[in-house]
């Protein structure tokens, strides 16, 4: 089913081809673009090396050092989308160290392998899509049918067959459901009960690491439980899919392929670093929820065996990326044994007027872009002009230095504000065409701007 040594084809573009991509999404931090696309292109490189060399090959793990909002987090996202490969993203400051409350480190390995068994078990479904759809397509055809034979009689010379269908009404009724005849009619069909309400319970209790719902269906009582529910057949045509693609599924090769995915692919991010960094471990001495933590993360980065429900993970080859602003500590405080797993360090700049008039226009998600879209379903159209965006921009650094830097996110703060009275009338306003310039978005933010108290809430 999947070649031993094969890795998605995203991994093979160029160092070059990388950066180009991550182009479309982030404006500036080219050193950063620079460093994720080598990282990911050693991976690609390794898989070509002799086997006795391949196993001796650590990757290249990467500490990323700047302000909130300059993108960051969204360098690894975007970069593990493109390398279509399994990525979690975690907060280094909601884990402690192992013997106090809190997430355990382990759990990052856990949350990578269901991620990537979920990416494989993903591929495998489009895979088989159209064959669980036939199958779909024949159960609700067989209950179709069967309701149309007990209306009416049966027609000489034709005789129910011992399926209850006749061919030829199978096939009108396939016409019937293919053309959505059927969407809005009900059918009773029978479903797997997957319901445990004592989960909420258990994570309440902040047992969220436990998979209670697995352990509970390996029991007798609960293992099989089915329910039966009456859903439209549109509804329903979904639901037997999902179900015959899974019976077409090897779960088996998909969790062995999902775990070597994990172990050969697998990049982890890790947020706030800085969180776990005291300032001074001479002046401060021992920090169980600092030092402690980055301890218990250290086997991982270094490569260690994680015991999970699929069997135990190897880290040795996961790409670890960690991040975070270092306003107070710096990254050589943190253990010297950790700061030598990250030997590729970038900064990256803060974001300016220039940059934020490029943020709102240029990526392809562009916030503008992305506002535009929102009113044009309701009929009305927004037209930003260069000015408009200009002026934009500039209020976004004048309030990030006059208050807290918090980079790109600023824009999304200014432009709700902007934008408050055309989004809450827009349903009245259908048809109409609203031009944003420079006086429009002075005019709108002038009484925000000067209260300086005000605008800590509102900016």
Same mark, same amino acid.
């Given at each position: 089913?999947?070649?031993?040594?094969?890795?998605?084809?995203?991994?093979?573009?160029?160092?070059?081809?990388?950066?180009?991509?991550?182009?479309?999404?982030?404006?500036?931090?080219?050193?950063?673009?620079?460093?994720?696309?080598?990282?990911?292109?050693?991976?690609?490189?390794?898989?070509?090396?002799?086997?006795?060399?391949?196993?001796?090959?650590?990757?290249?793990?990467?500490?990323?050092?700047?302000?909130?909002?300059?993108?960051?987090?969204?360098?690894?996202?975007?970069?593990?989308?493109?390398?279509?490969?399994?990525?979690?993203?975690?907060?280094?400051?909601?884990?402690?160290?192992?013997?106090?409350?809190?997430?355990?480190?382990?759990?990052?390995?856990?949350?990578?392998?269901?991620?990537?068994?979920?990416?494989?078990?993903?591929?495998?479904?489009?895979?088989?899509?159209?064959?669980?759809?036939?199958?779909?397509?024949?159960?609700?055809?067989?209950?179709?049918?069967?309701?149309?034979?007990?209306?009416?009689?049966?027609?000489?010379?034709?005789?129910?067959?011992?399926?209850?269908?006749?061919?030829?009404?199978?096939?009108?009724?396939?016409?019937?459901?293919?053309?959505?005849?059927?969407?809005?009619?009900?059918?009773?069909?029978?479903?797997?009960?997957?319901?445990?309400?004592?989960?909420?319970?258990?994570?309440?209790?902040?047992?969220?690491?436990?998979?209670?719902?697995?352990?509970?269906?390996?029991?007798?009582?609960?293992?099989?439980? #089915?329910?039966?529910?009456?859903?439209?057949?549109? &509804?329903?045509?979904? =639901?037997?899919? @999902?179900?015959? $693609?899974?019976?077409? !599924?090897?779960?088996?090769?998909?969790?062995?392929?999902?775990?070597?995915?994990?172990?050969?692919?697998?990049?982890?991010?890790?947020?706030?670093?800085?969180?776990?960094?005291?300032?001074?471990?001479?002046?401060?001495?021992?920090?169980?929820?600092?030092?402690?933590?980055?301890?218990?993360?250290?086997?991982?980065?270094?490569?260690?065996?994680?015991?999970?429900?699929?069997?135990?993970?190897?880290?040795?080859?996961?790409?670890?990326?960690?991040?975070?602003?270092?306003?107070?500590?710096?990254?050589?405080?943190?253990?010297?044994?950790?700061?030598?797993?990250?030997?590729?360090?970038?900064?990256?700049?803060?974001?300016?007027?220039?940059?934020?008039?490029?943020?709102?226009?240029?990526?392809?998600?562009?916030?503008? #872009?992305?506002?535009?879209?929102?009113?044009?379903? &309701?009929?009305?159209? =927004?037209?930003? @002009?260069?000015? $408009?965006?200009?002026? !934009?921009?500039?209020?976004?650094?004048?309030?990030?230095?006059?208050?807290?830097?918090?980079?790109?996110?600023?824009?999304?703060?200014?432009?709700?504000?902007?934008?408050?009275?055309?989004?809450?009338?827009?349903?009245?306003?259908?048809?109409?065409?609203?031009?944003?310039?420079?006086?429009?978005?002075?005019?709108?933010?002038?009484?925000?701007?000067?209260?300086?108290?005000?605008?800590?809430?509102?900016?």
């Amino acid at each position: 089913m999947w070649e031993k040594d094969a890795l998605p084809v995203g991994s093979s573009f160029t160092p070059r081809e990388i950066v180009s991509e991550l182009d479309r999404y982030i404006i500036g931090q080219n050193k950063a673009k620079r460093a994720v696309a080598i990282a990911l292109r050693n991976r690609w490189r390794r898989r070509q090396v002799p086997d006795e060399l391949r196993d001796e090959i650590a990757p290249k793990n990467i500490i990323m050092v700047g302000p909130t909002g300059v993108g960051k987090t969204e360098i690894a996202r975007r970069l593990a989308k493109l390398a279509q490969a399994p990525f979690v993203k975690v907060e280094a400051s909601k884990f402690t160290e192992v013997g106090y409350v809190g997430r355990d480190v382990d759990s990052i390995v856990r949350d990578l392998v269901e991620t990537s068994i979920q990416l494989v078990r993903h591929e495998e479904e489009d895979r088989v899509r159209a064959k669980a759809r036939d199958l779909a397509e024949d159960r609700i055809i067989k209950v179709l049918a069967q309701n149309e034979a007990s209306t009416m009689a049966a027609p000489a010379p034709y005789e129910i067959p011992e399926s209850g269908t006749r061919p030829e009404l199978e096939e009108e009724l396939r016409k019937k459901l293919r053309r959505g005849d059927f969407d809005d009619r009900y059918i009773e069909m029978e479903v797997p009960d997957t319901s445990f309400p004592m989960v909420e319970v258990f994570s309440a209790a902040g047992l969220e690491d436990i998979n209670f719902k697995d352990m509970f269906q390996n029991l007798p009582g609960f293992k099989g439980r #089915k329910k039966q529910r009456k859903v439209k057949i549109k &509804e329903a045509l979904e =639901l037997y899919t @999902g179900m015959e $693609a899974e019976k077409l !599924i090897d779960m088996e090769g998909v969790q062995q392929e999902g775990k070597r995915r994990a172990e050969q692919s697998g990049i982890v991010f890790i947020d706030e670093v800085d969180k776990i960094v005291g300032r001074s471990r001479a002046e401060h001495g021992p920090d169980v929820s600092r030092e402690g933590v980055q301890r218990d993360l250290l086997p991982l980065v270094e490569g260690t065996t994680v015991n999970t429900k699929y069997g135990p993970v190897k880290t040795d080859h996961v790409l670890f990326i960690a991040a975070g602003a270092f306003h107070v500590s710096k990254p050589a405080d943190m253990v010297p044994e950790l700061q030598g797993r990250f030997p590729i360090r970038v900064e990256l700049e803060s974001l300016g007027a220039d940059d934020f008039a490029r943020i709102l226009t240029e990526p392809k998600n562009a916030l503008i #872009k992305q506002y535009i879209a929102l009113l044009d379903t &309701e009929g009305v159209k =927004l037209d930003f @002009g260069d000015d $408009a965006v200009r002026a !934009i921009a500039e209020i976004a650094a004048d309030v990030n230095r006059s208050l807290e830097n918090i980079g790109a996110r600023r824009l999304h703060t200014i432009l709700e504000t902007l934008l408050d009275e055309i989004s809450f009338t827009a349903p009245e306003r259908r048809g109409d065409e609203v031009k944003i310039d420079a006086s429009l978005v002075k005019d709108t933010l002038s009484a925000v701007l000067k209260d300086e108290d005000l605008s800590r809430f509102i900016l």
